[in-house]
Structures are given as structure tokens and as C-alpha cells.
């Protein structure tokens, strides 16, 4: 699995758009791009998934680079429940997820 | 739809002593994962079980730690006996896949905190 980096922590205002970076330099052609938060004291959640094109949920939209060595998550208005871990995972579509450290995002009013 | 379900919340106990924790996943998941994840750190996959059989558990410490999945469907995780540096949060997660080593989007229960002393 390709191992990704993310900033140990980030501030953002309510209200606006929160832009979490991810860089995955080593991923594969084959590997794909997850994003899953956990707001404190419980479990992780999923967010969001892709492989090649950016890609839109209901919660938050994700932005891979055409080299697909980097990308980033975007909540486009965060409010304070958003505070929680971020993490990015690159992996292999039915593969074992490697968790890092993530991103703790902290939304301010 | 009902989500993971894990129990207890929360458990003290003191070194050499035993402890279990129970999950109860996602009605129709065939997947099932316990993680371990100690403050400050992602989590970490312990094992991982498709239906009633185990995938996946190159990273459970196999001389302390044992896990089941009777029937398919609950699963227990125990630890006989606990170490000061098993103090973590136990996380268990669920997923639809049903077949090979799933990475399907995982469902995950509160978890369950545990103190050692």
C-alpha cells in the first residue's frame, strides 16, 4: 500500500471551506484514495472514495490530481461538528486499510 | 438501518487479569474487523473475519489475544491476560464484501475503552 502524508493538524473558520491535503506520491495505478473522520469518542466514518476523477458526496468532495500524487478533501462549509481526525488512506480496492496519524481539523466559530 | 454495536463503552481492569468485548455488526455484513487503536494513532487492524472464518491475523498478538466469530455474525475479542500496553480504544467495523480481502466501506461501532493498571 502506498503511503500517504498528512498534516499533523489545521484550522478553519465556520462557515467556510475546509481544504484537507493529502499527498500520495508512491500510490499505483490501482490503488484507490479513502477519506474517513472520527470526531472525538467515537469511531471512524467513512467520507468518501475515488480512484482517477474528483468525486462529490453529500458531505464532501474529493479532488485527485491527474498524476494522482496528491489530493484533497474539501467540506465546503464546515460547521463546528466537522471538528474530528482526518484520515486519508491509500489503498487497494478489496485490500487491508493502513491507517496513519490523519489531520485534526478544528473548526472555530 | 441499525449500526455496529459494541459493548461495554468502557473497561478498567489490572494487569494479568481478562477481559471481552463483544460486537454485534451491521445485519447482512459479511465482513468483520477489530482494531486496535491506542491514543494518538490510527487504528490498526487486529483481525479480520469473512462470515465465520478468519482473513486476516498476521497482527494479533496470538499468545494474549483471541477472537471469534461464531455463526457469522457476533464476534467477541478477548485478552488473557492484559499487559499495561494494551490500554487502547477497540474498535469493530463491518463491511457488505463478501468475498476475498474486503475493503468495501467499512461501518465502525463506538468502540470500546480499556484501561489497564
Known amino acids: 500500500d502506498a503511503k500517504t502524508t498528512q498534516p499533523p493538524s489545521m484550522d478553519c473558520a465556520e462557515g467556510r471551506a475546509a481544504n484537507l491535503p493529502c499527498n500520495h506520491s508512491t500510490i499505483s495505478g490501482n490503488e484507490y484514495v479513502y477519506w474517513y473522520r472520527q470526531i472525538h469518542s467515537q469511531g471512524p466514518q467513512y467520507i468518501i472514495h475515488g480512484l482517477k476523477n474528483n468525486e462529490t458526496n453529500e458531505m464532501a468532495s474529493l479532488i485527485i490530481t491527474e498524476d494522482r500524487k496528491s489530493s484533497t478533501l474539501i467540506l465546503p462549509h464546515a460547521t463546528l461538528r466537522d471538528t474530528a481526525v482526518y484520515y486519508c488512506i491509500a489503498s487497494y480496492s478489496n485490500y487491508q486499510l493502513i491507517w496513519g496519524a490523519g489531520t485534526k481539523l478544528i473548526i472555530k466559530p | 438501518e441499525a449500526g455496529v454495536a459494541q459493548s461495554p463503552r468502557y473497561k478498567i481492569i489490572e494487569k494479568r487479569q481478562s477481559v471481552a468485548f463483544w460486537c454485534n455488526p451491521i445485519?447482512?455484513?459479511?465482513?468483520l474487523y477489530w482494531y486496535q487503536q491506542i491514543l494518538g494513532q490510527g487504528p490498526k487492524l487486529l483481525i479480520q473475519?469473512?462470515?465465520?472464518?478468519?482473513?486476516?491475523d498476521s497482527q494479533l498478538p496470538k499468545d494474549r489475544f483471541s477472537a471469534e466469530r461464531l455463526k457469522g455474525v457476533d464476534s467477541t475479542l478477548k485478552i488473557q491476560p492484559a499487559k499495561l500496553e494494551d490500554s487502547a480504544v477497540y474498535l469493530c467495523?463491518?463491511?457488505?464484501?463478501?468475498?476475498?480481502?474486503?475493503?468495501?466501506?467499512?461501518?465502525f461501532g463506538p468502540g470500546t475503552r480499556l484501561t489497564v493498571l
Open positions: 445485519s447482512g455484513h459479511a465482513t
Open positions: 467495523a463491518s463491511s457488505h464484501t463478501s468475498y476475498g480481502r474486503g475493503t468495501d466501506t467499512q461501518y
Open positions: 473475519f469473512q462470515n465465520n472464518g478468519v482473513v486476516d
